[in-house]
T-cell receptor, first 113, second 113 residues
Framework: DQQVKQNSPSLSVQEGRISILNCDYT??????FLWYKKYPAEGPTFLIS?????DKNEDGRFTVFLNKSAKHLSLHIVPSQPGDSAVYFC????????????FGTGTRLTVIP | DGGITQSPKYLFRKEGQNVTLSCEQN?????MYWYRQDPGQGLRLIYY???????QKGDIAEGYSVSREKKESFPLTVTSAQKNPTAFYLC????????????FGDGTRLSIL
C-alpha cells in the first residue's frame, strides 16, 4: 500500500520557468515531510523539509507547501535551471515510532535550456 | 569531509551465495537505515538501527540480515533466501531527535550472475 504518492512520473519545464512537483499522502499520522533530489547511480540528496505545524518553508529557489486538509504537498523551484534535472522524491515520517521514511515513487524533472 | 560511504559501488553475486554490503558513516549519527530501490519504485525500508547493538525490521526484511556492533558501521547481508536480490541498495543515517533528515550514501548496485 503506497502511503506516499507522486502521480506524475515525469515533468518537463523550460529553463527560467517554475517547476511544480506534487505529492499526496494517505496517512494522517505523518508529521514531517521531505524532498530529495537524486541523480542516476547516486544516493538521494536532501533538499528541503517541512513540519506539519507549518504550511510553507522556503530555501533559496526551493519552496515546499503543505496542505494538511488535502494531504498534499508540493515543491516549487523558481527559476528552474538545467542542473535541476533529476528525479525528485517526496518522503514522509510518522509522528510516532522510528524515524524511518516512507517514499513516493519519484518524478523525473527535465529542465530544457 | 563527513559523509556516508557505501562499498562496493557494483556487486555481482552467484545464485545461492550470501553477500555483504558495507556502510560506514563519520557523521556521528545514532540512527542508520538500509533501503532498496527497484526501477520505477520509491525506496523501501529493509532494516534500521537507532542505537548500537539494536536494530529493527523494516517493510521488506525477509532474506536480509544486519548487525550494528559499532556506531559508524551498519553492514547489510543479502542472503540466499532473498529471492529477488537484484536492486540498488541505499544506506542512510540521521541524528536522533525530531525533524532530522536522513542523509544517504551513493548506493550499491547488486546484480545476480
Amino acid at each position: 500500500d503506497q502511503q506516499v504518492k507522486q502521480n506524475s512520473p515525469s515533468l518537463s519545464v523550460q529553463e527560467g520557468r517554475i517547476s511544480i512537483l506534487n505529492c499526496d499522502y494517505t496517512n494522517s499520522m505523518f508529521d514531517y515531510f521531505l524532498w530529495y533530489k537524486k541523480y542516476p547511480a547516486e544516493g538521494p540528496t536532501f533538499l528541503i523539509s517541512i513540519s506539519s505545524i507549518k504550511d510553507k518553508n522556503e530555501d533559496g529557489r526551493f519552496t515546499v507547501f503543505l496542505n494538511k486538509s488535502a494531504k498534499h504537498l508540493s515543491l516549487h523551484i523558481v527559476p528552474s535551471q538545467p542542473g535541476d534535472s533529476a528525479v525528485y522524491f517526496c518522503a514522509a515520517r510518522r509522528r510516532t515510532g522510528a524515524n524511518n521514511l516512507f517514499f513516493g515513487t519519484g518524478t523525473r524533472l527535465t529542465v530544457i535550456p | 569531509d563527513g559523509g556516508i560511504t557505501q562499498s562496493p559501488k557494483y556487486l555481482f553475486r552467484k545464485e545461492g551465495q550470501n553477500v555483504t554490503l558495507s556502510c560506514e558513516q563519520n557523521l556521528n549519527h545514532d540512527a542508520m537505515y538500509w533501503y532498496r530501490q527497484d526501477p520505477g519504485q520509491g525506496l523501501r525500508l529493509i532494516y534500521y538501527s537507532q542505537i548500537v547493538n539494536d536494530f529493527q525490521k523494516g517493510d521488506i526484511a525477509e532474506g536480509y540480515s544486519v548487525s550494528r556492533e559499532k556506531k559508524e558501521s551498519f553492514p547489510l547481508t543479502v542472503t540466499s533466501a532473498q529471492k529477488n536480490p537484484t536492486a540498488f541498495y541505499l544506506c542512510a543515517s540521521s541524528s536522533q531527535g525530531s525533524n532530522q533528515p536522513q542523509h544517504f550514501g551513493d548506493g550499491t548496485r547488486l546484480s545476480i550472475l
